[in-house]
């Protein structure tokens, strides 16, 4: 199992660019994250995902769009990217839908820098 | 006040001690608890789960006390290894999980 891959690893836009970051995970899991993780601010949650279908905002969720293609995939849209979304996303996985206490698997990560 | 709240340290200890780390939330009804281990520019990977009971793994003790609402993390015997940040997560009936910034071990010879 690859368990959560993401891509790219690291991408550099322009301000007004739109890109999609992509997720997906192998592990059958019903819940998908996205998060971002500012440098001494922790990891802040944009949007999640507790099933195929459905999504949700989090914590951070604007000048962001999510699509929940399938069980496996789970990607992020930034429409029009501006500095202030200069950040490493991470986008996680658990097994359970809503509910439950069995723990999130992270991607590796992708390093955006938005100039 | 932030729901979930670690000191960011640094913390500077010698190969061998011991060193404890608490994490302190808000939210009353929280239900799961855990501490995450990530490495610089790495993901977080999940290091133990924190139960009612207390837990141990190896050199790793974690504690939950909801009374006083803080969880607590002591590693034993530390090691070069050990150097990394360690990340509070506390979570709610349905599963919204809540970071902490994180606390910094660095463990030096």
């Known amino acids: 199992n690859a368990g959560v891959t993401q891509t790219p690893k690291f991408q550099v836009l322009k301000t007004g660019q739109s890109m999609t970051l992509q997720c997906a995970q192998d592990?059958?899991?019903?819940?998908m994250y996205w998060y971002r993780q500012d440098p001494g601010m922790g990891l802040r949650l944009i949007y999640y995902?507790?099933?195929?279908?459905?999504?949700d905002k989090g914590e951070v969720p604007n000048g962001y769009n999510v699509s929940r293609l399938n069980k496996r995939e789970f990607s992020l849209r930034l429409e029009s990217a501006a500095p202030s979304q200069t950040s490493v996303y991470f986008c996680a996985s658990r097994p359970r839908g809503e509910g439950g206490t069995d723990t999130q698997y992270f991607g590796p990560g992708t390093r955006l820098t938005v100039l | 006040r932030k729901e979930v709240e670690q000191d960011p340290g640094p913390f500077n200890v010698p190969e061998g001690a011991t060193v404890a780390f608490n994490c302190t939330y808000s939210?009353?009804?929280?239900?799961?608890f855990f501490w995450y281990r990530q490495d610089c520019r790495k993901e977080p990977k999940l290091l133990m789960s924190?139960?009612?009971s207390g837990n141990e793994d190896g050199r790793f003790t974690a504690q939950l006390n909801r009374a006083s609402q803080y969880i607590s993390l002591l590693i034993r015997d530390s090691k070069l290894s050990d150097s990394a940040t360690y990340l509070c997560?506390?979570?709610?009936?349905?599963?919204?999980?809540?970071f902490g910034r994180g606390t910094s071990l660095i463990v030096h010879p």
């Open positions: 997560v506390v979570t709610g009936g349905s599963y919204i999980p809540t």
């Open positions: 924190v139960y009612s």
């Open positions: 592990m059958n899991h019903n819940s």
């Open positions: 939210n009353s009804a929280s239900q799961s």
């Open positions: 995902s507790a099933s195929e279908g459905t999504t």
